[in-house]
């Protein structure tokens, strides 16, 4: 809206999410020290698992510029606004096990196929007891959590051009939230909390940019500036969830922190068409209270993993970027009938977690808080979990307009990366191998009797790399989830009407 020299923008927003997961299965297995298979049953050994999740988001924003009347610069503006963020989640999970009845003979019945084992004939007080977990110190969780986050903020910003191919912008934003996360009672919900803690926190983030039109197609661009990230709602509830592409136990950790980050960057862009261009970067992050991942082996023989606040760790690298369209002329009607497109990126990063004497952090792995020394986990220097060093995508193709085609090959490649820190300095850490992966991506439009119709075909991961999580130390590796993931090849046809 236009209101006089005023230009005012507003948005809301609402989303809902819900989810029920029923019949999640666990089953385990052992191994005799004759080599027999054999049904482990009792406690976490199997599970079967009924969780229902509700979330609702709610959003409104409301922007207001006004162009300055000043004459020191050539043109400024001025920005101010205002935010309001509302999310709420409710969470439910029951979980039940298998328990030796009072007549269980481990001959007859633990070799069994487990749609066998489990049958209904064999669910009762004599072969197997059907027991429930739920909320239990076995699991170590909550059955039922209610979590929410409500962010107020405001800022005020003025962008200018400082003068000619000299643009400027700096800014400020206050923003105040109050995070929850309280456990209850599943079957007395209205009850007081089990478990209840709010963190109210206060911030005020700074930013400021400068860029440098000093050629047509060229600029450069620097940045500095103070921001947050908050944990996920995951992240703290003490509520047991399993993570689809581990195939592994997480929960969160109630007393996690925000983390803040103060960055500083730079960037040289060169823009030589529309669409192509080339630019190279360098970052630097110091982050306080970055939020890792801790693996913890339990008495099953599994990883449960959880969460906690590292210290502080330092962030920084730099990276590349270039994309060009060709268009060739070989005298090759094939060739010279294509668009031509290389595409390429990499980034290469360090990280160094920082530890001093007296840091501790805060540990829920058993549902009561502890303060150990952080040191007792970190030595200082490590890289930050989920972290490469290098990444690198590659796309090579071409575009025939004319036939309505289009094919890509898309290279990727990921270093090495620690995936979770082990329960003690003494232990190798959880690290997973992404390597290179190759896929390759292929479409046609053609027309039926008038009717546009567009065929696909896809044939994913062709170097066919297999994840490889694993503990390596003194020569000899431990791998913790590693399997083959095996190639994909699919065809796919859409149509326009």
Known sequence: HLIGDWELAWRGTY??????????????????????????????????????????IGSANVDLAYDLPVDFVRQAQLKVGAAWQRNSRTSVRRDFTYDQGRNWDPVRYAGQRIDYLVSDRNINDDIILLRELTGSSLTGDAAMYDAGLEVAAAYVQVDSEIRPLLRGSIGLRYETADQTVKTLDIFSPSAAPIFSRTVSKDYVLPA???????????????????????PQFRELAPQRYRDTETDRILSGNPYLEDTTFVNADARYEHYFSKGQYFTFGAFYKNMEKPIEALAVLG???????????????????????????????TGTTWVDNRRWLVSLNYT??????????????????????????????????????????????????????????????LVTYTSERVSARSSSVDL?????????????????NFEIQGREFTGSFEARNL????????????????DTNSFDIGQSFSLGLSARF
């Open 15 to 56: 989303g809902r999410t819900a989810r029920q997961a029923p019949y999640e299965r666990l089953y385990r297995y052992g191994l005799s020290a004759t080599g027999v298979r054999t049904a482990l049953l009792s406690g976490a050994n199997q599970l079967v698992s009924f969780s229902d999740l509700d979330e609702n």
């Open 208 to 230: 400021a940019t400068l860029t440098w039109n000093f050629a047509e197609d060229q600029q450069l661009r620097f940045g500095l500036s103070k921001t947050i990230g908050r």
């Open 299 to 329: 008495s099953d023989g599994a990883f449960r993993q959880t969460f906690y606040n590292a210290p502080a760790a330092d962030i920084y690298g730099g990276e590349v970027e270039f994309k060009k369209l060709f268009e060739l002329e």
């Open 348 to 409: 290469y990063t360090t990280s160094q977690l920082k530890v001093s004497d007296g840091d501790t952090i805060i540990l829920d792995i058993t549902g009561v808080p502890t303060t150990p020394p952080a040191r007792d986990y970190l030595t200082g220097g490590e890289k930050l979990q989920g972290q490469s060093d290098h990444l690198a995508n590659l796309q090579l193709g071409f575009e025939n307009d004319e036939a309505g085609s289009q094919a890509t090959f």
């Open 428 to 444: 190798p850490d959880l690290v997973q191998k992404p390597g290179m992966r190759v896929d390759f991506v292929y479409r046609r």
């Open 463 to 478: 170097t066919g790399t297999d994840a490889e999580e694993y503990q390596a130390a003194g020569g000899k590796r431990f």
